[in-house]
């Protein structure tokens, strides 16, 4: 038994003897990243099941929706796994996309080039993010409310600047203006405190574009060529507009659909904030390198620490919802942390997502007026193949959402808007409603698309709602136990929905101003039925003197009303059209609209007088009627002149 005993210790020491010696052996290998389970019912993210999935997806989608071309590229550590080109990039030639080579443009994807080049002076010392950005400049923005704008509102998008479309593209063979004559030429109103409002803003980045340039000591273009294209090895992208010679062969054209003729090469005069052409392989290795946390192929661009605070910091317009990062914008998904941008021109939608938990990174571009639904589909099925959610216990909905749910019922206005020029009138004619169902689920209209089907949320925290069908949220920041202001999971990054003052609703505004609008149409029809009248019945209904003066020039003043709403409407169709249309040319005419506006408010006094005429003189009760209803027409026609600024003295939009 001892001897047992003794040869069954030997061995186990003999066996600890072992283990520690093949410990000591053990070398781990460099990088070693650890394995991340698959998900049940993920499909393996490789080449062959990318490809195969998406050319399911494209080819099909473009057909369906007549979408000239699509680039789709797919990268996963430190490579490109997919790269794939759909359709034509020259249908008349039959010239396929090239994902290496043909040219995309991206749109406000390029702003992610600019936070990057600005990043990289940040971590030279020579910008602050908190600092006031006037110091930067050679001119000068007013605070608002005490506060100076600072370069991390700008990459945040609360700057608090209202929107701004007047020359923001062009049609023309070369830019009208500079990057910077575009930013002087006038600077859009601060209509909310900087650091607060969320509320996404081209003139901002342009401003940071236009800060690079001054602290560099070179032009925006020529910078991000030295600083990020070429460190890259992106020699198919470029901001230069026109495009260079060497790359003019290479750009897809320009398409509405397949089936209509290409348009010419649109110009983004602002040209930091959306005027990039790529190829789909040069954007892949600019999503490796923010995956690498600013290094691609042994080239860094910026430093891990300096990727790490631009992908990492957060500032959230409504807590619970998703927030933005430094310049990059949360697309979140099955508990996917996936940061990017998305981008549109008039003629090209594109998207970008980096799945910074995976290493993964998709950027898509496609040429048409439209992109179908593409995209959507593209993130949503994406994911969903490759990273599905894991399964979720249903979360209740709270007793509470009765009660909450009443404070948001009403009326709102988006951040993202337009506050003291004519294009205020979006604001009065598109005003999303909440609504409550019995019950107790809030009702809202698709806020990207108003006349999109209706969305239901349900609330599963406090002032915190859930849209089971997308599972997306809704959330309200409350003050004062008072709606400050509502977003959404998919624009909380850069916008948010105000509830509209009483004043500005239109629960009472549009139809004051559809009856005002009838009523001033059915004077102008019925003047000649009641000239004819006269005519024919005589001295009976004849009128006389200053009496007959101040009823013809009632009747031209509703005609001049009515000239005046229908210039503005005839505007607002042309920026529906194609906001190319909206430059300094087009000054003229809404000179010429509000020209007509000023001699139809100067004319309400001949109104008025006509409305006075017909109580003192004999007349009858239609007379007495129609002269008191025209007098309120007009009256309220210069209520909307003025509260939409329809009058302004500057022609900034």
């Known amino acids: 038994m001892k001897r047992l005993i003794r040869t069954v210790a030997g061995l186990g020491l003999l066996l600890i003897a072992s283990m520690a010696v093949a410990q000591i052996q053990i070398k ?6 650890p394995n991340i389970p698959m998900t049940i019912g993920s499909h393996p993210l490789t080449a062959d099941d990318a490809s195969a999935w998406l050319d399911g997806l494209f080819p099909y989608g473009l057909a369906k929706n007549n979408l000239a071309a699509a680039v789709v590229v797919v990268v996963k550590d430190d490579h490109i796994l997919v790269s ?42 020579k910008l602050n993010l908190d600092a006031d950005v006037n110091q ?11 506060k100076p704008i600072t370069m991390r509102d700008l990459m945040t998008h609360t700057p608090g600047f209202e929107e701004t479309l007047k020359n923001l593209f062009s049609h023309d063979a070369q830019l009208p203006m500079s990057n910077e004559a575009w930013l002087k030429e006038w600077v859009p109103e601060r209509v909310f405190a900087p650091g607060e409002v969320s509320a996404y803003s081209n003139y901002g980045a342009a401003l940071a574009g236009y800060i690079v340039q001054r602290i560099s000591g070179q032009p925006f273009d020529a910078y991000i060529e030295q600083h990020i294209f070429q460190p890259l090895g992106m020699q198919h992208a470029t901001f230069r507009q026109p495009l260079p010679d060497n790359l003019k062969n290479d750009m897809a054209k320009s398409y509405e659909s397949a089936s209509a003729p290409p348009k010419s090469f649109e110009m983004v005069v602002s040209t930091p904030a959306g005027g990039m052409s790529v190829s789909g392989e ?113 979360r209740p909905t709270l007793g509470t959402a009765r009660a909450h749910g009443a404070l948001l019922v009403g009326r709102y206005v988006g951040s993202r808007g337009s506050f003291d020029n004519f294009l205020s009138i979006g604001n009065l004619l598109s005003q999303p409603k909440i609504l409550m169902a019995p019950d107790g689920t809030l009702i809202t209209p698709d806020f990207k698309n108003l006349a999109g089907q209706p969305r239901h949320w349900r609330e599963i925290k406090p002032f915190l709602w859930l849209d089971d069908v997308s599972d997306s949220h809704l959330g309200a920041l409350m003050q004062n136990d008072k709606v400050r202001w509502i977003s959404f999971d998919e624009a909380s990054p850069v916008a948010v929905w105000m509830p509209v003052s009483p004043w500005h609703s239109a629960t009472w505004n549009l139809p004051l101003l559809y009856l005002s609008l009838l009523v001033l149409l059915l004077t102008a029809l019925l003047w000649p039925v009641a000239a004819l009248v006269r005519f024919c019945c005589g001295k009976a209904f004849a009128l006389h003197g200053t009496a007959r003066r101040w009823y013809r020039l009632s009747r031209v003043v509703a005609i001049l009303h009515l000239l005046f709403a229908l210039g503005w409407l005839l505007a607002i169709l042309q920026l529906n059209i194609g906001i190319a249309h909206f430059n300094n040319a087009f000054d003229g005419t809404l000179r010429m609209i509000q020209l007509i506006g000023v001699l139809a408010i100067i004319g309400t006094v001949p109104v008025a007088m006509n409305a006075v005429s017909a109580f003192r003189l004999p007349s009858g009760w239609w007379r007495k009627t129609n002269s008191v209803l025209l007098l309120m027409a007009c009256l309220a026609m210069i209520w909307f002149a003025f509260s939409l600024h329809l009058l302004n003295l500057h022609l900034n939009y």
Request: negative net charge; aromatic residues 12%.
């Open 28 to 33: 781990p290998l460099k990088d070693a990243k």
């Open 84 to 125: 794939k080109g759909y359709g034509y990039a020259d249908i008349a030639a039959q010239k396929e996309v090239d994902p290496a080579t043909t040219l995309f443009r991206p749109g406000s994807i390029s702003k992610t080039f600019v936070w990057t080049a600005v990043m990289q002076l940040v971590e030279q010392g």
């Open 136 to 146: 930067y400049l050679d001119f000068t923005i007013a605070p608002r409310e005490g």
């Open 282 to 394: 040069d954007m892949a290795r600019f999503m490796i390198a923010q995956l690498q946390d600013g290094t691609y192929n042994g080239v860094q661009i910026l430093r891990l620490e300096t990727a790490k605070q631009m992908h990492d910091f957060t500032h959230y317009s409504v807590p619970g919802l998703m927030p933005i990062a430094l310049g990059f914008y949360h697309m979140d998904r099955n508990g996917q942390s996936i940061i990017g941008h998305g981008g549109d021109t008039e003629l090209f939608h594109s998207e970008m997502m980096l799945f910074t938990q995976e290493n993964v990174g998709i950027f898509v571009s496609i040429d048409g007026d439209k992109d179908g639904g593409l995209r959507k589909q593209l993130l949503d099925g994406f994911t969903d193949r490759y990273f599905p959610a894991l399964p979720q216990v249903p």
